[in-house]
């Protein structure tokens, strides 16, 4: 059984090696490329020294211009991250949704689940395998992209919970390589037909995958809170790498007056009106910026458990799998 899944399976297992170093010979010259870029920046002693929190008030003018022109060069990368992010859900429509739905479509599960072979081994079998490459495949990937977007992540503010680059990264790639493998898997034992199977499958992960990441993910642990005076001496602290939730500025009572801003006035500035700095956006005496926000070192513990709640759901999704091959004429 495991030479038959094999010789079925190794064309596909060609395109996607071939897939994947096409993929490696692309993004590994600008991975090599943005690594240089940082280091002739001086940007490697700027982020150690922001974590440090002892950057002097001249260097980070400096640092800050080096962000900025890091930012500049490579930031429309962020396009290509965006076309990364569809790779884990390629592996599901091609190779979780055929395995089913390709053998109901053809007929030839009449004979493949009829010579001394139960529809239980041979789901076993070919899933172990499928399961495996993919998984296989993910693992790469995942420490691929984590190489290439450090850089990326190292230049921005909110570091690696920044938008798409959390999803690059880590150990969460292998949750939903095996999610939507498991989800195509299924979805041909409901379509039974390749089209429909894929499209289940194309319509499911994006749609589980955008509710998880903004509904789920930001209440993986409580959220902290910061709260700054508008009133003060240099910059508003910060602290690159957290994940910003919400902001603004509120009043003594707690009251939102600046929704999404922050204000920070050196003592007796007037605004523009004449009235105390920011008194014309309603600020009060008293006032305070306020942040929402998740720490950057809960990194890997959120990759851990969104990687766990997609690998949950492949389980689920291939026992029902199990279930369904039964009522398969």
């Not at 890091?70 to 884990?88: D, E, I, K, T």
């Not at 009251?255 to 003592?267: G, K, N």
Request: hydrophobic share 50%.
């Amino acid at each position: 059984m495991i030479t038959l899944a094999w010789r079925q399976h190794r064309r596909q297992l060609l395109f996607t090696l071939l897939g994947f170093a096409a993929l490696a010979a692309l993004m590994v010259p600008i991975g090599i490329s943005m690594r240089h870029t940082f280091t002739d920046l001086g940007l490697p002693d700027c982020v150690r020294q922001l974590a440090r929190g002892d950057l002097p008030p001249a260097t980070a003018e400096t640092c800050q211009g080096a962000f900025h022109q890091f930012s500049n060069r490579y930031g429309n990368l962020n396009l290509v991250a965006v076309l990364l992010l569809v790779l884990p859900m390629l592996l599901g429509l091609f190779w979780g949704a055929p395995l089913i739905a390709r053998e109901v479509e053809q007929g030839t599960h009449r004979f493949a689940w009829t010579q001394g072979i139960s529809r239980r081994r041979w789901a076993l079998v070919k899933f172990g395998l499928v399961v495996a490459v993919t998984t296989t495949a993910a693992v790469c990937y995942g420490l691929g992209m984590s190489w290439w977007v450090s850089p990326l992540t190292e230049a921005a503010r909110e570091g690696r919970f920044g938008f798409i680059v959390f999803d690059l990264q880590g150990v969460a790639p292998i949750g939903y390589t095996v999610f939507a493998v498991a989800l195509g898997i299924f979805a041909g034992t409901l379509g039974r037909r390749m089209l429909p199977a894929m499209t289940i499958t194309l319509v499911g992960f994006i749609g589980i995958r955008a509710a998880v990441a903004v509904l789920a993910r930001p209440h993986y642990q409580p959220a902290r809170t910061a709260e700054f005076a508008v009133i003060g001496e240099g910059p508003l602290p910060t602290n690159r790498g957290d994940w910003i939730l919400s902001s603004g500025v509120r009043n003594a009572d707690g009251t939102m007056v600046a929704p999404d801003a922050q204000i920070r006035c050196p003592p007796g500035v007037q605004g523009p009106a004449g009235g105390p700095c920011g008194s014309e956006l309603g600020v009060q005496p008293g006032a305070y910026n306020w942040q929402l926000y998740q720490p950057a070192d809960r990194f890997w513990l959120f990759q851990g458990i969104e990687t766990g709640i997609f690998v949950a759901l492949a389980a689920l999704l291939l026992y029902l799998t199990l279930r369904q091959i039964r009522r398969i004429a």
